[in-house]
């Protein structure tokens, strides 16, 4: 953005990453990513929207809200408490300039200014839909990706709008899944800027950095697709607990993205935005696993070439100009280092 425009008083870009207490190393991770892969890291901001820093959100604990069209318990401990945060970007820019939010899971593999710079054709939010078989605007949309014009959502009051949750005004599948929003206002991004599979790490059992601990998220209720599922499903809660018969998250199937994650994180302990007791604590309180260490040790020593991105990230990839260009591979050049680094060394 041009030193004139930032004196009218626009603010710069930003790209806001979402996080709570147990995922701010991937917050980390993923802020390592975007800076990482661009080559106009003057041109925007990146900043960290934490559940924290929100105490409304507290202020609810084991209230009942309505999701889905049921009670359900609000708990600031679910992994992805920090969801409602999805609306905020807007009143943190004071309803000016443009803003990308994304969860903690999102990792950049192309140069995100392509995205932020891009022609929203006057449109107040560019994302995904839910359906991977249909790209039908009027159906559910996926917000763990958006592009905002800020200055076209001041009717975005995060703490009014979760509150209504609990007093039945509002349902937070329809919320999270853009429903009140006025379709004329919303564009459709290409996959490539939210790969539900791979880029975005969406199917939450299979995280890297949780493989093997309990499984800690609140999975939706299927109402809309299998009734009786969701009937089964209550009945558990009612029993047992939200949790029970859950089990682990389990291993990562696909070793592109493990080794994407471990040499971002690598990355990270090169210049200090992660450190070894960031690590360790976070091993403690179960929010990462302890064979951590031993898989970043195992990466790093298993050759000396980075490792490449699946090929349909980088195949039938729109104009520059449009959607930016994936890179053919991640060049990270730490990843070809022949022995574990200090930290995993270091850490019991």
Same mark, same amino acid.
């Given at each position: 953005?041009?030193?004139?425009?930032?004196? /009218?008083?626009?603010?710069?870009?930003?790209?806001?990453?979402?996080?709570?207490?147990?995922?701010?190393?991937?917050? %980390?991770?993923?802020?390592?990513?975007?800076?990482?892969?661009?080559?106009?890291?003057?041109?925007?901001?990146?900043?960290?929207?934490?559940?924290?820093? %929100?105490?409304?959100?507290? !202020?609810?604990?084991?209230?009942? =809200?309505?999701?889905?069209?049921? +009670?359900?318990?609000?708990?600031?401990?679910?992994? @992805?408490?920090?969801?409602? =945060?999805?609306?905020?970007?807007?009143?943190?820019?004071?309803?000016?300039?443009?803003?990308?939010?994304?969860?903690?899971?999102?990792?950049?593999?192309?140069?995100?200014?392509? =995205?932020?710079?891009?022609?929203?054709?006057?449109?107040?939010?560019?994302? /995904?839909?839910?359906?991977?078989?249909?790209?039908?605007?009027?159906?559910?949309?996926?917000?763990?990706?958006?592009? =905002? &014009?800020? !200055?076209?959502?001041?009717?975005?009051?995060?703490?009014? +709008?979760?509150?209504?949750?609990?007093?039945?005004?509002?349902?937070?599948?329809?919320?999270?899944?853009?429903?009140?929003? *006025?379709?004329?206002?919303?564009?459709?991004?290409?996959?490539?800027?939210?790969?539900?599979? $791979?880029?975005?790490?969406?199917?939450?059992?299979? @995280?890297?950095?949780?493989?093997?601990?309990?499984?800690?998220?609140? /999975?939706?209720?299927?109402?809309?697709?299998?009734?009786?599922?969701?009937?089964?499903?209550?009945? /558990?809660?009612?029993?047992?607990?939200?949790?029970?018969?859950?089990? *682990?998250?389990?291993?990562?199937?696909?070793?592109? +993205?493990?080794?994407?994650?471990?040499?971002?994180?690598?990355?990270?302990?090169? &210049?200090?935005?992660?450190?070894?007791? $960031?690590? +360790?604590?976070?091993?403690?309180?179960? %929010?990462?696993?302890?064979?951590?260490?031993?898989?970043?040790?195992?990466?790093?020593?298993?050759?000396?070439?980075?490792?490449?991105?699946?090929?349909?990230?980088?195949?039938?990839?729109?104009?520059?100009?449009?959607?930016?260009?994936?890179? &053919?591979?991640?060049?990270? @050049?730490?990843?070809?280092?022949?022995?574990?680094?200090?930290?995993?060394? !270091?850490?019991?």
């Amino acid at each position: 953005m041009s030193k004139e425009v930032e004196k /009218r008083g626009r603010p710069k870009h930003c790209v806001f990453i979402l996080a709570n207490h147990k995922n701010i190393l991937s917050a %980390h991770i993923g802020e390592k990513s975007l800076r990482y892969f661009s080559t106009n890291n003057d041109k925007f901001d990146v900043k960290f929207i934490e559940t924290k820093d %929100h105490p409304f959100l507290l !202020a609810r604990e084991g209230e009942m =809200l309505l999701r889905n069209g049921v +009670q359900r318990k609000w708990h600031m401990n679910d992994l @992805q408490s920090f969801t409602p =945060l999805r609306f905020m970007p807007p009143e943190l820019m004071n309803y000016q300039g443009r803003a990308l939010v994304i969860d903690p899971d999102v990792f950049a593999a192309g140069d995100v200014w392509d =995205l932020l710079s891009r022609d929203m054709e006057g449109k107040a939010i560019m994302c /995904r839909p839910c359906s991977k078989i249909t790209r039908d605007i009027n159906g559910k949309l996926v917000s763990n990706v958006m592009l =905002l &014009d800020c !200055a076209k959502l001041k009717h975005w009051k995060v703490e009014q +709008q979760f509150n209504k949750m609990f007093d039945g005004q509002r349902d937070y599948k329809k919320w999270v899944t853009l429903m009140y929003e *006025d379709r004329s206002t919303i564009s459709l991004l290409n996959n490539c800027w939210n790969d539900l599979d $791979m880029l975005h790490r969406s199917k939450r059992w299979k @995280q890297s950095w949780n493989t093997g601990l309990p499984i800690d998220f609140v /999975r939706a209720d299927k109402l809309d697709t299998f009734p009786p599922l969701s009937w089964l499903s209550y009945s /558990r809660r009612k029993t047992v607990g939200d949790d029970a018969f859950f089990g *682990d998250y389990k291993t990562q199937s696909d070793k592109n +993205q493990e080794d994407l994650f471990f040499a971002l994180l690598l990355e990270c302990f090169d &210049d200090g935005t992660v450190t070894g007791d $960031m690590v +360790q604590n976070e091993i403690l309180l179960d %929010h990462a696993r302890q064979a951590i260490i031993t898989s970043r040790s195992s990466n790093t020593r298993s050759g000396t070439k980075s490792p490449s991105l699946p090929s349909h990230w980088t195949s039938a990839s729109p104009p520059p100009s449009q959607e930016g260009r994936l890179r &053919d591979s991640v060049p990270l @050049q730490s990843v070809a280092r022949a022995t574990a680094p200090t930290w995993a060394r !270091a850490i019991p």
